[in-house]
């Protein structure tokens, strides 16, 4: 028996700021699959000395914002201190607990040179229980990433329990990036109880046998410790997405994501009271 699935649709262009991005969720229809509630796909190459991508300091509580990084480079800084550098196939994990503020910008070796930059922007949510703990920042390399290879094969689990193994990623949720050369197979399974989703960040793969996806598409599947099968009809990435849902009232308002308007307001005023730290 292969996994249901639930749903398939291909993320929509849409404008952040001055640059133009793919966000699979939330949308109208899908404002979530719990415990991740943002997906944004970004994909530039740029002629060197033409990079101009700088995101300056903002806030976030009460979620994790995860940056996977599957070409190029970029800068991270933050309230709490940390200033790095995260590479292709690796990752930049911030809890961002009860506040941190923190900016990304393209790095000087790769504005200098020029090349692709492409990745995945996640937010996964965090249980009520958890929101006001102290932020963590934390740059998951190459060599900390646990690699699973099979023929044509790359499975890097950055975070959660898959197959014996615990990806560096403070985190119980399963997120894994998926490279996989044309003609490759892999199978796939997870807790039945576990909310289930797969990005499609390029190429073309069979389903299950029987359903083709593409770039851009997002897969959602129905809970049930079935297997999937992924065939891949040309050179293929992916984000793996799984976990246990949150079932507690979610509040978002921009960077800040609690249970209650109170806390947003609470977030806001905290953030404005300069309690989340300070980055110039």
């Not at 979620?63 to 550098?85: A, C, R």
């Not at 590479?87 to 090349?115: C, L, P, T």
């Not at 692709?116 to 963590?136: C, D, F, V």
Request: without cysteine; glycine residues 6%.
């Amino acid at each position: 028996m292969y996994k249901k699935i639930q749903s398939i649709h291909t993320a929509p262009e849409t404008m952040m700021g001055a640059i133009k991005i793919r966000q699979a969720f939330p949308l109208r229809g899908i404002e979530q699959v719990s415990p991740f509630i943002l997906l944004h796909h970004f994909d530039f190459t740029y002629l060197p000395h033409e990079n101009n991508f700088n995101v300056p300091p903002h806030p976030h509580r009460g979620f994790s914002p995860v940056t996977f990084l599957f070409e190029g480079s970029i800068e991270h800084e933050d309230s709490i201190g940390n200033k790095h550098v995260v590479y292709n196939d690796e990752v930049q994990w911030i809890n961002a607990g009860r506040g941190i503020i923190h900016s990304e910008k393209a790095d000087k070796a790769f504005v200098e040179k020029g090349g692709r930059s492409q990745g995945i922007q996640l937010w996964i949510n965090t249980p009520k229980a958890e929101k006001m703990n102290p932020p963590t920042y934390q740059p998951i390399t190459k060599n900390e990433i646990v690699l699973i290879e099979k023929e044509g094969v790359e499975f890097r689990l950055i975070s959660g329990k898959y197959e014996g193994k615990k990806g560096p990623a403070k985190s119980e949720v399963v997120t894994a990036m998926l490279r996989m050369k044309t003609n490759s197979e892999f199978s796939l399974h997870f807790p039945a109880d576990h909310n289930v989703t797969f990005y499609v960040l390029e190429g073309e793969l069979s389903l299950n046998t029987n359903q083709t996806i593409k770039q851009h598409d997002l897969v959602v599947f129905e809970q049930s410790a079935d297997e999937i099968l992924l065939n891949a009809k040309a050179d293929s990435k992916l984000l793996i997405m799984s976990g246990m849902p949150i079932n507690e009232p979610m509040v978002t308002h921009g960077p800040f994501v609690m249970n209650s308007e109170t806390e947003i307001l609470e977030a806001m005023r905290d953030y404005q009271q300069g309690k989340m730290g300070f980055l110039y």
